[in-house]
């Protein structure tokens, strides 16, 4: 996820304001606060699971780095960030704790940018993962909980729940691929990029930074990928219902 590498001080200013605007709209409509606490669960499943899955790929690569350092865990507080899990809750996007791995330990089976790619790629796939294993929750209680449960409050706050998880994995390991620092998907990129294209890429990194803020902010990230996500969840539910016969 996110690693921030340059002026922290503006980016946290950016997500600041970030955290207001969402903030003040919730404040502006108190019925989405109830939306708000339903997102709290799948926040902290879809951020734990998606750091954990880079500190388990770099660890069965051969770098202990995040063993040591305590993240090869399924507890959330080793892994959300307050910051970036408020981010995740009110604008969209967000980020966990990020995962320090060290390259160089890497098995020499592969070269150190096919490793960092696997790393990266492994959250977002652990994301897709979840929403699929979700979706077949969501699809079992459909088949065969009574109408009862189904339109009971409890019934109705576990669908909600559970569509609200299968929602937050699709957007994070969507928005995680996209090919820009600091996001997962940089990572992935680079080992298919020509020698000049990537020095260039790595070189010029604080550049991607900024551009990815400002696609963010001008809306232009969601154009992007809503559409993605949107098939992704299709292609996903379609299958958890295909293998339940609804």
């Known amino acids: 996820m996110f690693n921030f590498s340059f002026d922290k001080r503006t980016l946290y200013i950016i997500v600041g304001i970030l955290i207001l605007i969402g903030v003040l709209q919730y404040l502006a409509n108190p019925s989405q606060l109830y939306s708000l606490l339903i997102s709290i669960p ?25 063993r040591r350092e305590g993240r090869l865990s399924l507890n959330p ?11 995740l809750l009110v604008a969209g996007f967000g980020w966990g704790k990020p995962v320090h791995v060290n390259p160089s330990n890497y098995t020499r089976k592969m070269s150190m940018e096919k490793g960092e790619a696997i790393v990266s790629i492994a959250g977002p796939l652990m994301n897709f993962v979840l929403a699929f294993v979700f979706s077949l929750i969501y699809c079992a209680i459909y088949k065969f909980a009574s109408l009862a449960f189904l339109t ?29 620092p600091p996001l997962d998907g940089s990572k992935v990129l ?14 010029n990194e604080q550049i991607f930074y900024i551009v990815f803020v400002l696609i963010w902010l001008t809306g232009i990230a969601g154009t992007i990928i ?21």
């Open 152 to 180: 009971s409050t409890i019934g109705s706050a576990v669908i909600l729940i559970i569509s609200a998880t299968i929602s937050i994995n699709i957007g994070l390991g969507v928005f995680n691929l996209i090919p820009l």
């Open 190 to 203: 680079i080992p298919f990029l020509p020698y000049k294209a990537k020095e260039w890429f790595i070189n």
């Open 77 to 87: 507080k080793d892994h959300i960030d307050p910051i970036g899990g408020l981010m």
């Open 42 to 66: 799948g926040v902290l499943v879809a951020i734990t699971f998606h750091e954990f899955a880079h500190a388990f790929a770099a660890d069965k690569l051969g770098d202990d780095t995040a």
């Open 226 to 246: 809503t559409p993605a996500i949107q098939s992704v969840s299709n292609g996903i539910l379609s299958l958890a219902q295909m293998i339940f016969g609804i």
